[in-house]
């Protein structure tokens, strides 16, 4: 079972940047396909990127792609989403998730979830 914290939230105004990070612990991260997530009020939990076990296997939501990086250290068993030129609608809970298998955008494949660092982008 690996464990994960995220870290970095905050509250930032528009146009502006922000980094999160998802430490793990339990297990190293260079055996997962590694998520972010995020949910906004009265919304459904929504795919914001992923990185496959080889870093060069990125995917990215529509809605933010262009603009936010995923990125992971196994060395330091930590994964990282870079967000650039932050949108007021960019502002949700963000989650990070783990799986075993070659997961992608879909809820359903991931099996390990932090506990969410709030993100509020101001305009």
């Known amino acids: 079972q690996v464990q994960l914290v995220e870290s970095g939230g905050g509250l930032v105004q528009a146009g502006g940047s922000l980094s999160l990070s998802c430490a793990a612990s339990g297990r190293t991260i260079s055996i997962y396909t590694m998520g972010w997530f995020r949910q906004a009020p009265g919304k459904e939990r929504e795919f914001v990127a992923a990185i496959r076990r080889s870093a060069d296997n990125t995917f990215y939501a529509d809605s933010v792609k262009g603009r936010f990086t995923i990125s992971r250290d196994n060395a330091k068993n930590t994964v990282y989403l870079r967000m650039d030129s932050l949108k007021p609608e960019d502002t949700a809970v963000y989650y990070c998730?783990?799986?075993?298998?070659?997961?992608?955008?879909?809820?359903?494949?991931?099996?390990?979830w932090g506990q969410g660092t709030q993100v509020t982008v101001s305009s």
């Open positions: 998730a783990a799986d075993r298998e070659l997961a992608s955008s879909f809820l359903y494949e991931y099996d390990y």
